[in-house]
């Protein structure tokens, strides 16, 4: 018994179409590929920025416990000194 032709078409057609949209359409491989490099990427950035509000809460938790950080910070970043101390600057 011979299959007829066209139901060997058919079923060369149906693979065709699975093939396709494997490789190539919605929810493939490469777009799975794709989402997993973003997911990765997006975890890196994410661990980033926790340690980045570690440090600040750190910081914000220091500014809040005492003086001598605030004063620390005005004297470093905006050059301010106590009263009855001199400034020498110098300049290279």
């Not at 018994?1 to 079923?11: A, E």
């Given at each position: 018994?011979?299959?007829?032709?066209?139901?060997?078409?058919?079923?060369v057609m149906l693979l065709a179409g699975l093939q396709y949209r494997l490789w190539v359409g919605e929810g493939s491989l490469a777009q799975a590929t794709e989402l997993k490099r973003q997911i990765a990427e997006q975890q890196g950035e994410n661990r980033r920025l926790l340690e980045r509000n570690r440090i600040l809460e750190a910081e914000v938790l220091e500014l809040k416990k005492g003086m001598e950080t605030v004063e620390e910070r005005a004297r470093h970043e905006l050059g301010m000194v106590k009263e009855g101390e001199t400034l020498y600057q110098l300049v290279e």
């Open positions: 018994m011979r299959s007829p032709y066209w139901l060997w078409l058919v079923l």
